[in-house]
């Protein structure tokens, strides 16, 4: 089975999770906006990048998004789960592994870039240990109990490799007319450099 159109989002850590709950969430996750403006002009990761969407307004919605060529970067709060999502949506060559690889590290990247920023003076922070995937291609990948069984050695290979050989857990959205997601929950913390360098070793 193929996969492409692969979306990482890797939730708020601990000390962001506030940044979720609170009354005003609307105006958190407003330095974004520019944030994300100065990350089209620098033409930040290499690729291009278009223009930045608010969704602010949208409850448990898709937050602020980042819109590029090849993929969007978005920091989400779909079913109000605050993180950072990364969607590719260009198709990419190669192998089911280096498409996990290659939306995984764009995840990641764009983590380290938003801790890093000082406007955003810490108040978000992305946990390393849960994790969601989404295949944003019913046809490709239907969420159906057959999807599960056939994609499990792939997602064994590549969590075995991003958490080198911890311990996780899995967990799948059953709802058919949903895309076809997992959720993986690691026995222990790992920082977003583990990960990255996990992901290259």
């Known amino acids: 089975m193929e996969l492409q159109h692969v979306n990482v989002k890797l939730l708020a850590g601990a000390s962001a999770a506030s940044a979720a709950s609170v009354a005003d969430a609307h105006a958190d ?3 974004l906006i520019p944030i994300f403006h100065d990350w089209i002009k620098s033409r930040a990761f290499g690729e291009l990048l278009l223009d930045v969407a608010d969704y602010r307004h949208v409850p448990a919605g898709p937050g602020v998004v980042l819109i590029g060529d090849q993929g969007d970067y978005s920091v989400d709060n779909t079913g109000n789960r605050l993180g950072i999502r990364y969607n590719r949506k260009a ?8 498409r996990l690889l290659q939306a995984a590290r764009a995840a990641l990247v764009a983590a380290q870039r938003l801790e890093a920023e000082p406007r955003l003076a810490g108040k978000l922070r992305f946990g390393a240990r849960d994790i969601e995937l989404f295949f944003n291609d019913r046809l490709l990948v239907p969420n159906l109990p057959a999807t599960r069984e056939a994609l499990r050695p792939e997602f064994d290979a590549f969590f075995k490799k991003l958490f080198r050989g911890g311990e996780y857990s899995l967990s799948y959205g059953a709802d058919p007319r949903r895309l076809f997601s997992v959720s993986v929950k690691t026995a222990r913390a790992f920082s977003l450099a583990d990960l990255l360098a996990n992901l290259d070793s």
């Open 91 to 98: 198709p990419l060559d190669g192998g089911n592994q280096d």
């Open 29 to 31: 996750l407003e330095p």
